[in-house]
């Protein structure tokens, strides 16, 4: 067997020139997403008022398997990727395990997330379609950075409702998207008219995810010539971020090594729906096996302890139902420093795969994965970002399993990002100053019963 180098870097030429649609493999399909006011099913043409065209086609289509990537978004892809699948030979040591470590490293572009790959892609089918610019959300930041740098490359107006108490928290962030000349605003704003409804029935609020969701998509259709895009969940996104899961396997491929464990976080479900897509795809195929494992916060547990039902995607209910592992529109996590990992749903794609039993989740708490990520920081190098930090610390867990057991398993997860914008957080960790909230069940059941009344 070849040794294998720290870092193993694919050929521009080995590059993906397809994105890879599971759902194309899936037996039982994901549940169609509903217009919020027939309760049927949305149309193409429905949908093409949100969003662009091409990316409405994506993402109702769940029969064709692989989709070429345009020659204009490989361009673009050529200045950061291939990204770097590392053997993680520091903290092996560390650990003393027998285990064999990868982490496939998404951090290496300003937005310094995966969130790159599917911004690009959105922005180039608004360019190609002719539209004067895009509206989005962003929640920690990294989203409307992506979206900013993309845009930017395609020469697009670019308008960010940014979660208030991240718009204040994060000014940095903030910088960064105007630098790029996107146009941020914080929500819940007085630009909108639900972000005039949500700031008169809940004066103060510092604001949420699905909120801003919500002011994004009402400004989108209402000017001429905009259209609203969206960062994770959608199933068009977990297109776009196959090119993680593709690339994953081509370098594993090269060396001649079998993944036995894949491990991802989980917010929205968008880079594990990437991460695992290749090797979902060959479990639905009876080719492979894989242990695949969802790690999400604590604090927001929507697979571990939600339930499986259509919800809103937003607050303001202007966005299509979606059945999915919901904690319910209306649950907003506590205040919690992996921004990234605070939505209430999960992908619909994702929520399919985990009942069909093809992946597992686990829920892990906030001081944990921080201790995680400074272990990692200490010995890998990269200061990991929070978010990510949730698939290191399933991943450390594991390789000390591996030790008790002496197995020498392959364990690859998702590295997502880098933290340098979450230094308030480490400042809390080191100053001993974090806490773990987790939701009580009566919590959780006054959220489950604000979920729409839809046959499942
Ligand atoms: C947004 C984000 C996530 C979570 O989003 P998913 O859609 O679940 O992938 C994870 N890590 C980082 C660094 C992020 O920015």
């Given at each position: 067997m070849k040794e294998i180098p720290y870092k193993i870097y694919l050929e521009e030429n080995e590059m993906p020139t397809q994105w890879y649609n599971v759902r194309a493999d899936m037996k039982k399909k994901p549940a169609p997403i509903l217009n919020p006011a027939t309760l049927e099913p949305v149309t193409l043409e429905e949908l093409s008022h949100i969003f662009c065209e091409e990316l409405a086609k994506q993402e109702l289509d769940d029969q064709t398997p692989y989709f070429d990537i345009p020659e204009e978004i490989r361009n673009f892809y050529r200045m950061y990727r291939p990204a770097p699948l590392v053997r993680a030979y520091c903290l092996e040591k560390k650990l003393q395990t027998p285990a064999h470590i990868y982490y496939k490293f998404e951090g290496n572009n300003t937005s310094g997330s995966h969130k790159l790959n599917s911004a690009i892609a959105q922005a180039y089918y608004a360019k190609k379609q002719g539209l004067k610019g895009v509206t989005t959300e962003t929640g920690a930041g990294q989203w409307g950075t992506a979206l900013s740098m993309a845009c930017s490359y395609f020469d697009l107006d670019c308008q960010v409702y940014m979660v208030k108490c991240s718009y204040e928290q994060k000014p940095f962030r903030r910088e960064v998207m105007r630098t790029y000349g996107a146009q941020v605003t914080p929500s819940p704003s007085m630009n909108t008219k639900v972000g005039r409804e949500i700031n008169k029935q809940f004066p103060g609020t510092t604001g949420s995810l699905g909120c801003a969701i919500s002011e994004a998509v009402e400004a989108a259709t209402s000017q001429e010539g905009y259209r609203y895009v969206l960062g994770s969940v959608l199933t068009q996104v977990l297109l776009h971020q196959s090119v993680i899961g593709l690339e994953t396997k081509a370098a594993l491929d090269k060396y001649g090594v079998k993944a036995d464990m894949i491990i991802g976080c989980a917010g929205g479900g968008s880079n594990l729906g990437g991460l695992i897509s290749p090797f979902a795809g060959e479990i639905l195929r009876g080719e492979a096996n894989y242990?695949?494992?969802?790690?999400?916060?604590?604090?927001?547990?929507?697979?571990?302890?939600?339930?499986?039902?259509?919800?809103?995607?937003?607050?303001?209910?202007?966005?299509?139902?979606?059945?999915?592992?919901?904690?319910?529109?209306?649950?907003?996590?506590?205040?919690?420093?992996?921004?990234?990992?605070?939505?209430?749903?999960?992908?619909?794609?994702?929520?399919?795969?985990?009942?069909?039993?093809?992946?597992?989740?686990?829920?892990?708490?906030?001081?944990?994965?921080?201790?995680?990520?400074?272990?990692?920081?200490?010995v890998e190098g990269i200061l990991p970002a929070p978010e990510s930090s949730h698939a290191i610390k399933v991943a450390m867990d594991e390789a000390l399993k591996c030790k008790e057991t002496g197995e020498a398993k392959n364990i690859v997860f998702g590295l997502t990002g880098t933290g340098y914008f979450d230094m308030v957080a480490y400042q809390k960790f080191n100053d001993n100053e974090m806490s773990d909230y987790i939701p009580t069940d009566e919590e959780l059941q006054k959220s489950f019963s604000t979920l729409p009344k839809v046959e499942n």
């Open positions: 242990d695949i494992i969802a790690v999400e916060p604590a604090s927001c547990p929507s697979m571990t302890r939600g339930v499986y039902a259509y919800d809103f995607c937003d607050t303001g209910k202007v966005c299509p139902l979606a059945k999915m592992y919901t904690l319910g529109s209306g649950f907003i996590p506590s205040a919690n420093h992996s921004g990234g990992l605070r939505y209430h749903g999960m992908s619909s794609v994702v929520s399919e795969l985990y009942d069909q039993g093809i992946l597992t989740a686990r829920s892990v708490t906030q001081t944990d994965v921080f201790k995680a990520a400074t272990e990692f920081a200490k």
